[in-house]
């Protein structure tokens, strides 16, 4: 089988920098997704790591380590806005594509 | 109409129905998605259209039937659903180099509200 694992919920304060953790045990890695999603709205599509390594854009990067089973989302000048749920997916080759995804975390920005 | 169009936003169907969603795309994308959102759940993958060919069902029962008649289009048919069927579908676009390659941004239509009595 395959596991994902984020926290729950996180807080930071406004301005600050938040790292966003996500840990997985799969077979066929194919790749790992970060979604932001604000309640009551469809999900945006963040990023799409296959390679080891950060890939910058903009305010957000993420981060992936296959020999770890490792990615984090790390969001700088955090914004009011950024409040809302993250949510980690891996895609998975094993003869055919599977993207599971995790539970999210919330982050809250507070003032 | 611009970006990802999904129709109806809303739909009640009960368990011996039949109804489909409608997903259209004026992206000019080549691949699309639809996508599970159940209250309390994760957010499910259900199946990927690159090119016109399914390459991802993520084990969805068969009372789920996707169809992709063209890259702009993408149907959900919906045939004897249970009540643990009602979420939220969405579809999704992005634009891809081949089957199997890095996957790019998403785009995301508003989704259609199911509720199934």
């Known amino acids: ?10 807080t930071a304060t406004e301005g600050a920098i938040v790292q966003i953790n996500c840990t997985y045990q799969t ?18 599509f963040l990023s799409y790591n296959v390679l080891d390594g950060l890939e910058e854009k903009g305010r957000f990067s993420s981060f992936l380590s296959r020999s770890k089973g490792y990615s984090y989302l790390l969001l700088k000048e955090l914004q009011m806005k ?15 594509f599977k993207t599971i995804f995790g539970a999210g975390t919330r982050l809250f920005v507070k003032a | 109409e611009t970006g990802v169009t999904q129709t109806p936003r809303h739909l009640v169907m009960g368990m011996t129905n039949k109804k489909s969603l409608k997903c259209e795309q004026h992206l000019g994308h080549n ?42 289009h993408l149907f959900l048919h919906l045939h004897t659903l249970q009540p643990e069927d009602s979420a939220l579908y969405l579809c999704a676009s992005s634009q891809e180099k081949g089957a199997g390659g890095r996957l790019n941004e998403q785009f995301f239509g508003p989704g259609t509200r199911l509720t199934v009595l």
Request: glycine share 8%.
């Open chain 1, 1 to 10: 089988g395959q596991n994902i694992d984020q926290p729950t919920e996180m």
């Open chain 1, 27 to 44: 077979s066929g890695f194919n790749g790992l997704f970060w979604y932001q999603q604000h309640a009551g709205e469809a999900p945006t």
């Open chain 1, 82 to 96: 950024d409040s809302a749920s993250y949510l980690c997916a891996v895609r998975r080759n094993t003869g055919g």
């Open chain 2, 31 to 72: 691949a699309m998605y639809w996508y599970k959102q159940s209250a309390k759940k994760p957010l499910e993958l259900m199946f990927v259209y690159n090119f016109k060919e399914q390459t991802e069902n993520n084990s969805v029962p068969s009372r789920f039937s996707p169809e992709c008649p063209n890259s702009s």
